[in-house]
């Protein structure tokens, strides 16, 4: 049986207005979807929710707006469906900017920040270890648990936004110690180093292990220590993708995996997977469906949102580099990121080089001024698995260095495969 | 007869449409014709509309409570979701339905009948979360 407190019994009744009414009867039906025992407050929320799918999630938050609806605790926004400062130039449809902006507007009057980026995480201000937190979107959510050591249960677009209004949450899932224990343990220790230190190697690993354990909490032993946030990021974003994965450990990286033992805790591994060459190659082919012979028409990074270590690393990459005329070059990144990677001269380069910043949003989420698009080139698990679906395209997976060269080029061209190629 | 758990009650009947791998309805279904767009699903190319979704559970994104919801709203979606699993994106999209319009579908987790029943079975899904064989498909 779900206790109440006074608090959840006055949001309930009305008291704090229509809108954290109606908030907090969504929240208490998915305490019972949880089968949650108690409710415990949260510190902080990100919501997704403020993507257009349709007028359906316009008229949801429109009604929360209207009603009175005022986030209790600070909330950072997801993408949106557009980027809010060059849509125009874009050439997205004046019909549908304006729905995206409508919606935009709801949850901004409902008090959230305009952060508009899929990696909350690389703001300045993050989530403490051990805080609660009801964050939406897949790849965030997996990163504030896993890597930050935060907690938060996988929530879904309307309910991030009536946990925020409300403040409450049901305490279930993985806002619960005795949830965020290890399930699966993947090994790649095994594997050889040059993989383990390839960039690659995170995002088919990520998608591997989704794919396979789903909504359990896998638990990766052999990460190399030089394991990057990024790498993390992919990895996670990867998982999220193929699976329902909300948090994974990492031994010796992880916050909350110092050691093999902490990772599992009182639980002892239900499945042990010793993760071969062939399971990340199995990954490459499913997600890299790509025609040689085929023009790339379209490379697309920062899925999760390009970081600034990112900018840096794409920046000498570009040096002496001009994009094919035929090819719309996009990285995608949080107008914060821009603005560092601006101040660094790191988004002029991309200009320089015939490329294009998208901030706000992404490529699977809003028009392109090019499109239809044939071929994605992508160094992103994520774009790569939801591409076809969403963009209509195909896709090829590559290393950052591979999409460079492949935008130059205008078809797909890899340094050189290595071990992704069976022998 | 199975009888499931249910996470949102009503009530419903269709042909079944079974698959063992999850969906994730965001990037997987296209709300205005009900199409599965996830090329890396089996599903792919089928539609859910007025079927009886019967998968282990959903996966990936957490924009699929919204895109249920607008397949709620547009016509376009399943008639039901049986799920082996509690599954809190397909649960949620039609619990705001439900707090929208009125109007949603049954979401039952009946783990028996997620391991029983075959596409092109006709179910019907009861308020108690029974969920009958009406007919079986043909062999």
Redesign the interface.
């Given at each position: 049986m779900l206790r109440l407190t006074d608090v959840d019994r006055s949001l309930l009744g009305g008291e704090r207005g229509p809108a954290a009414a109606?908030a907090m009867?969504?929240v208490l039906?998915?305490a019972?979807?949880?089968?949650a025992l108690a409710m415990l407050d949260i510190t902080g929320a990100h919501i997704?929710?403020c993507?257009y799918?349709?007028?359906?999630?316009l008229?949801?938050a429109e009604?929360l707006a209207s009603s009175g609806g005022r986030v209790a605790v600070p909330a950072t926004l997801n993408i949106g469906s557009l980027d809010f400062l060059r849509w125009r130039a874009a050439g997205v449809p004046a019909a549908f900017a304006r729905k995206a902006r409508s919606l935009a507007d709801a949850y901004l009057r409902m008090g959230c920040r305009p952060t508009w980026t899929c990696a909350p995480y690389q703001d300045t201000e993050r989530p403490a270890f051990g805080a609660q937190i009801a964050w939406?979107?897949?790849n965030a959510?997996v990163f504030a648990n896993s890597v930050l050591g935060a907690r938060t249960?996988?929530?879904?677009?309307?309910?991030?936004i009536c946990a925020a209004i409300t403040g409450r949450v049901p305490a279930a899932g993985l806002h619960l110690e005795e949830n965020r224990r290890g399930e699966w343990l993947f090994r790649v220790d095994e594997l050889p180093a040059a993989v383990r230190e390839d960039e690659r190697f995170y995002p088919l690993l990520g998608y591997f292990f989704?794919m396979v354990c789903?909504?359990r909490v896998p638990v990766i032993d052999g990460l190399p220590p030089t394991a990057s946030e990024d790498d993390l990021k992919a990895l996670g974003a990867a998982a999220?993708?193929?699976?329902?994965v909300g948090l994974f450990h990492a031994v010796g990286i992880t916050p909350e995996a110092p050691t093999l033992s902490a990772a599992f805790g009182v639980r002892r591994p239900s499945r042990v997977v010793d993760v071969t060459l062939d399971d990340l190659r199995d990954a490459h082919r499913?997600l890299s469906r790509e025609d040689a012979e085929e023009p790339v028409d379209l490379v697309a990074l920062g899925s999760p949102h390009f970081s600034l270590a990112e900018f840096r690393r794409l920046k000498p990459l570009l040096d002496g580099v001009r994009v094919d005329a035929a090819v719309d070059f996009v990285v995608c990144t949080g107008r914060a990121t821009y603005e560092l990677a601006r101040t660094e001269g790191l988004a002029d380069a991309v200009e320089r080089a015939g490329g294009r910043i998208l901030t706000d949003t992404c490529v699977?989420n809003t028009p392109g001024p090019r499109g239809p698009y044939r071929l994605m080139m992508t160094n992103s698990a994520k774009f790569a698995?939801?591409g076809?679906?969403?963009v209509g395209c195909r896709v090829a997976l590559g290393s950052l260095a591979d999409c460079v060269r492949s935008a130059r080029a205008a078809r797909v061209v890899r340094e050189e495969d290595g071990w992704l190629v069976a022998r | 007869m199975w009888r499931g758990e249910v996470?949102v009650g009503g009530a419903a009947e269709g042909i079944a449409l079974v698959t063992s791998i999850?969906l994730?309805f965001?990037?997987?279904v296209e709300?205005l014709t009900g199409e599965v767009?996830?090329?890396?699903h089996p599903l792919c190319g089928e539609h859910v509309t007025g079927r009886v979704l019967v998968m282990?559970?959903?996966?990936?994104?957490?924009?699929?409570?919204?895109?249920l919801?607008?397949c709620?709203?547009?016509r376009t979606g399943p008639a039901a979701i049986l799920l082996a699993?509690?599954?809190?994106?397909l649960?949620?999209?039609a619990?705001?339905?439900d707090?929208?319009d009125g109007q949603t579908i049954p979401v039952v987790i009946v783990p028996e009948a997620v391991a029983t029943v075959r596409s092109g079975d006709r179910l019907r899904v009861g308020p108690e979360g029974d969920v009958h064989l009406v007919e079986a498909a043909s062999p």
């Open positions: 109606m009867r969504i039906r998915m019972y979807v949880w089968r997704d929710g993507l799918h349709g007028d359906g999630g008229e949801f009604r939406g979107e897949s959510i249960n996988r929530y879904g677009d309307f309910l991030d989704g789903q909504e999220a993708s193929s699976g329902a499913e699977v698995h939801y076809p679906g969403k | 996470l999850p994730s965001w990037g997987g709300p767009i996830d090329s890396h282990p559970r959903g996966r990936g994104s957490s924009s699929s409570s919204s895109v919801l607008e709620i709203r547009l699993a509690a599954d809190e994106m649960a949620l999209g619990i705001v339905a707090e929208l």
